[in-house]
């Protein structure tokens, strides 16, 4: 409600638009902890591209950015994390009805300082 700053990108001045920051590292190379994301929801997924990163929020709050993919199980999706230590940040199936908002990524602006 209240930003520490504004930022001025003329193809993401849109009020469907909200830029967050990143945190974490499953999305290593992609995004960086630290980058700024832009986020535009999608009110209606039903339907949606597949193979795209997509901001979730899960009906139990929890809040991730990964590339979602066709899940080898029925009404699942497989979220999968860009870093190569799939140890630390597996790829996770998740049922279809877990997912309460998505949001498209639109851009992402790298934090080199971080």
Same mark, same amino acid.
């Given at each position: 409600?209240?930003?520490? @700053? =504004? ?10 638009? *909200?830029? @967050?920051?990143?945190?974490? =590292?499953?999305? &290593?190379?992609?995004? =960086? ?9 999608? *009110?209606? @997924?039903?339907? @949606?591209? &597949? ?8 009906? =139990? ?16 999706? &497989?979220? /999968? ?8 940040? #597996? !790829?996770?199936?998740? #049922? /279809? !009805? ?17």
């Amino acid at each position: 409600l209240h930003p520490e @700053f =504004n930022i001025d990108f003329a193809p993401a001045n849109k009020d469907t638009i *909200t830029w @967050f920051r990143g945190k974490g =590292n499953s999305m &290593l190379g992609e995004i =960086n902890s630290g980058d700024y994301i832009a986020l535009e929801e999608i *009110t209606n @997924f039903d339907w @949606f591209p &597949l193979g795209r990163v997509y901001g979730i929020i899960t009906k =139990n709050g929890f809040r991730t950015i990964k590339r979602i993919v066709k899940s080898e199980l029925e009404d699942h999706y &497989l979220l /999968k994390a860009s870093n190569p230590d799939k140890i630390s940040h #597996p !790829d996770q199936d998740i #049922p /279809k !009805d877990m997912i309460c908002k998505l949001f498209k990524v639109m851009y992402v602006i790298k934090d080199l300082d971080e």
